[in-house]
């Protein structure tokens, strides 16, 4: 049997506009939702006393100014909705064709009447000074950007409330996943105590999202029932959210460049413009509907994919009506669909002809595809005739709803768009190429020159330079400490670390072959303080740290100091029954500030990557056990190009770029004990633990007795870049 496709519930909101409330065939009119009592203070006024407030420091005041913004902004909203939507019940008038006997003038009077009792509904349920609530363009964009989150986050931090902070910051980061030092904020929360996994919540997340992605996750576990009821639920949500969404359309004329003044249609002209302007904003709720924030790119074909997975569902659960109705339903928006096809005639086949013959689509989906393609028929005609342009936002859409002029026209333009395309991608590749070659030499020229600076420690040399490494901007150093020393650091480590440590507790994050142990340095600090370890032991592993950052300095000759980014003191042990037949990592090829696609080569240079990573390095303290070699490798992650065997004192240094893809092999047997170091560049991604370690030293030790002076401490704003652990060398 073929395994199905995926599809989709109830809708109560489309065509019912267009049908007056009362009885009578057809559907009913469209739910009316909640009103909300209309703020005393309109939300830009709000907004700008809440900004006023953190500028000033007032946190108590931001949160309240804010909160109140963002209330005021979704009561505005929603009584202009449900304003429109009762006037659209209310005022409609008869179908086209209802009263035939009419002479034209009398039909245009009677189209006209009813124009009239909507625009007089509208005046009286709405605000009373509607352009005192209308929010700007430039202040929408902020509210759509869930920028009052953002001051938020930060009032609730100052006023010790992490929890409600933690919730602020990451409904921001939801819809600015780019944001990078609100990312960092939300590690710094997740490392907080009293802060819990369940604070990190969108307070702004769609319900029709929320539903269909619980859904889409219960489908995936195999648990049918549950992915029936959110599923079902989802579509509940989303014909909710599209009335809403269609509502907010029909307002003021957007002039999109044209003076105003200047503006000089006609009656018709101008009923058309705007109308299918509005017709055109109603259809986009498709893409707004099916958006998720942050993303770039819409959930395709996002309203028939619910009936995809709602059908195989039904038949997991043995209804088989129910997944003849979905698929049904589904095969509306795509009936050449093969699966689908073979799926209804299993289907058909297991209930019985006579049983599986008289199941019909569901109605509401009928009405929906009924309006939806009136209005693209309308939409492309204008395109034609007119020349608005009109993007269709679906791909089910039959050839025949667009005019053969146009799709005569669209076929010759994609055709001429794909060519040029293809002439300047062949041309960028040529001229890409050249570059990076020229890039290339230049680089790799500068490099070897950059790097090979003093070590600036008596007893450490370079054993390994890139060159011998195979690559660029690598070392090799041996007699960073000494046996003592790193004997030392191993039993603070078993003394110290924890199970998972920066990993949430999983003792084999990277492979099940091993156990996973760590210990920061403020950690190790404090456990000192304690006396629950040997103090001048954390304060050996803090100075070490140090260490290794001016070496790394000095050696790539860098103009500017390093900060640290992470640290962190590691032991990996081989788990002895866990060995036969292995075939995986110790840990698997990576780079440290890109997203490695070995397949097509290319490492992407964005979050959740830390981005901000310049260099790396790793000292080994022991060498006492059986695998566990680091490795170099090419972007493709198979061509090693270097090993490094860890002994004590050993440390392996390099730019944590894309020039150095690299693993560690297995350790089969034994424990292999190292420090990982990450570092940047840019003083804003020091990480606040060890700003807090350079505090606890001085404290502890007095600036005069360290042997090395710690950074200077970054400006103490709310969190900074706190990291949770990952990508251990």
């Not at 073929?2 to 599809?7: S, T, V, W």
Request: hydrophobic share 35%; net charge negative; charged share 25%.
């Amino acid at each position: 049997m073929a395994l199905p496709a995926l599809l989709l519930p109830p809708l109560v909101l489309l065509v019912r506009a267009a049908t007056p409330p009362g009885p009578g065939p057809g559907p009913g009119p469209v739910p009316v939702p909640a009103d909300l009592p209309l703020p005393a203070q309109p939300p830009d006024a709000l907004f700008a006393a809440g900004a006023e407030a953190y500028a000033r420091g007032d946190w108590p005041s931001v949160v309240l100014q804010m909160e109140r913004a963002l209330r005021a902004r979704a009561a505005v909203r929603s009584r202009l909705v449900r304003c429109r939507l009762r006037c659209a019940n209310a005022t409609a008038g008869p179908a086209e064709g209802a009263e035939p006997q009419l002479e034209p003038v009398l039909r245009d009077l009677l189209f006209f009447r009813g124009l009239l009792r909507r625009a007089a509904c509208l005046r009286g349920c709405g605000p009373a000074a509607p352009s005192r609530y209308r929010l700007g363009d430039e202040l929408d964009r902020e509210f759509s950007k869930r920028s009052p989150y953002n001051y938020l986050q930060v009032a609730y931090f100052k006023m010790n409330r992490p929890a409600q902070a933690a919730a602020a910051a990451h409904t921001f980061f939801m819809a600015n996943p780019g944001h990078q030092e609100m990312r960092q904020n939300l590690e710094y929360y997740q490392a907080m105590a009293g802060v819990r996994e369940d604070d990190f919540t969108d307070l702004e997340a769609k319900p029709h999202l929320s539903e269909f992605r619980l859904g889409v996750r219960f489908y995936t576990e195999e648990q049918p029932a549950a992915a029936i009821l959110h599923l079902e639920k989802a579509l509940e949500e989303y014909f909710v959210a599209d009335a809403e969404c269609r509502a907010l359309c029909e307002g003021p004329y957007d002039y999109e460049g044209y003076n105003y003044l200047e503006y000089n249609a006609d009656l018709f002209q101008a009923i058309t413009d705007h109308y299918m302007q509005v017709l055109s904003c109603k259809q986009g709720c498709v893409t707004e509907l099916a958006s998720q924030p942050g993303r770039e790119k819409p959930l395709e074909d996002f309203l028939p994919s619910h009936f995809n997975y709602l059908q195989f569902a039904y038949y997991n659960n043995g209804n088989y009506e129910k997944a003849i109705e979905c698929t049904k339903t589904y095969l509306l928006f795509f009936p050449n669909d093969e699966v689908m096809n073979q799926n209804l005639a299993y289907y058909t086949a297991v209930l019985g002809e006579n049983l599986a013959g008289p199941i019909q689509p569901r109605e509401e989906i009928q009405a929906y595809r009924q309006r939806s393609l009136m209005e693209k028929e309308l939409l492309f005609f204008s395109y034609d005739v007119f020349g608005i342009p009109f993007v269709d936002p679906d791909t089910w859409t039959p050839e025949e709803v667009i005019p053969k002029r146009l799709r005569e026209k669209q076929k010759v333009e994609r055709e001429t768009a794909a060519r040029i395309s293809e002439e300047i991608g062949n041309l960028m590749k040529e001229i890409e190429t050249l570059v990076e070659e020229k890039a290339k030499e230049s680089a790799d020229m500068s490099k070897f020159i950059r790097e090979g600076g003093p070590l600036v420690y008596e007893g450490a040399s370079v054993t390994m330079n890139s060159k011998t490494l195979n690559g660029s901007q690598r070392v090799v150093v041996d007699g960073v400490l000494s046996a003592e020393e790193c004997r030392e650091l191993q039993r603070l480590t078993n003394a110290a670390a924890s199970a998972g440590d920066g990993y949430r507790g999983k003792t084999s994050p990277h492979t099940p072959s091993e156990t996973f142990y760590g210990v920061t340095v403020l950690k190790a600090l404090k456990l000192g303080q304690e006396g629950k370890v040997p103090l001048q032991s954390a304060y050996l592993y803090y100075n070490v740290t140090e260490k290794v950052r001016h070496m790394m300095e000095s050696y790539f000759r860098l103009e500017v100091p390093l900060h640290f980014s992470y640290s962190h003191l590691v032991c990996r042990t081989a788990i002895d029954e866990k060995q036969e037949g292995r075939s995986d990592n110790s840990h698997e090829v990576h780079v440290d500030n890109c997203i490695l696609n070995a397949e097509a080569l290319v490492c992407v240079k964005e979050p959740p990557a830390y981005t901000f990573r310049d260099y790396s390095a790793i000292l080994y303290l022991n060498g006492d056990f059986e695998g566990g070699a680091f490795y170099f490798t090419e972007l493709d992650a198979k061509t090693e190009t270097a090993e490094v065997q860890p002994q004590c004192g050993r440390a392996v240094g390099f730019s944590s770029g894309s020039e150095n893809p690299h693993g560690v092999k297995a350790v089969t047997k034994g424990q292999r004990c190292a420090i990982a170091l990450w570092f940047t560049l840019d003083p804003r991604h020091s990480e606040r633990e060890r700003v807090q370690a350079d505090d606890l030293v001085k404290m502890l030790f007095g600036a005069e007795e360290g042997d090395l002076l710690p950074e200077m401490e970054p400006e103490q704003e709310p969190p900074a870049a706190v990291a949770v652990g990952k990508d251990e060398l």
